[in-house]
C-alpha cells in the first residue's frame, strides 16, 4: 500500500499530464491568493470590533500592528476606514472565487474532453477482433460513465489542493 503522501504526488503527475502544469499552477495560485486574503480579512476583524468599541487606545498587539501598517500606507486607523478596507479585501476575495470556480470547471472540462480523446484514439488502435468481441455497452460505458467518474475524481482532488493551502496559509 502506498504511502497516501506519494498518492497525491502519482495523482498530481497524472493531473498534470492531461491539463498541462501552467493550468495547475495557475489554479494554485490563485488558491493562494485567496486564502491569502482571507487571513488578512480574519486579522482585520479584531481591530475593528475594538475600534467599534471605542477602546482604541488599549488595543491588543494585533491592532497595534494593524495601526502601524495603515500608518506606513498613510491612512489613519479608525473603523470607517478599517470597515472600507475590509469590505474591499472581502469584495476583490469574491472576484476571485468567483474565478476561481471559472477555471476549475473549465480544468475539469478540459480533463474530461482529453480523456475522452485519449480513449477514443486507443480504441481506434485495438485489433478488429478484439473490438467485435466486446459488447458495445462497453465502450459506452468507457467514454461516458469512467470518464465522469475520473472527473469527480478530480474534482475531489482539486478539492484537496484547495483545501490544504487554506490549512497551510
Do not use: C, H
Amino acid at each position: 500500500m502506498l504511502n497516501p503522501i506519494f498518492k497525491i504526488i502519482n495523482y498530481t503527475k497524472i493531473f498534470k499530464d492531461f491539463i498541462g502544469w501552467w493550468r495547475l499552477t495557475a489554479y494554485i495560485g490563485l488558491n493562494v491568493i485567496r486564502s491569502f486574503l482571507d487571513s488578512i480579512s480574519i486579522v482585520l476583524l479584531v481591530p475593528l470590533f475594538i475600534a467599534g468599541s471605542g477602546q482604541f487606545s488599549q488595543g491588543n498587539s494585533i491592532t497595534i500592528y494593524v495601526e502601524r501598517i495603515f500608518k506606513s500606507m498613510g491612512i489613519s486607523f479608525n473603523f470607517t476606514t478599517g470597515l472600507l478596507i475590509f469590505v474591499l479585501i472581502i469584495s476583490i476575495k469574491g472576484v476571485i472565487v468567483l474565478f476561481q470556480g471559472i477555471y476549475q470547471s473549465s480544468i475539469l472540462s478540459l480533463l474530461g474532453k482529453r480523456i475522452r480523446l485519449k480513449i477514443v484514439r486507443s480504441i481506434m488502435g485495438v485489433n478488429y477482433q478484439y473490438y467485435i468481441k466486446r459488447n458495445s455497452g462497453f465502450y459506452n460505458n468507457l467514454i461516458t460513465t469512467e470518464v465522469d467518474r475520473a472527473r469527480a475524481a478530480s474534482g475531489n482532488y482539486v478539492f484537496l489542493i484547495s483545501n490544504t493551502i487554506n490549512v497551510l496559509i
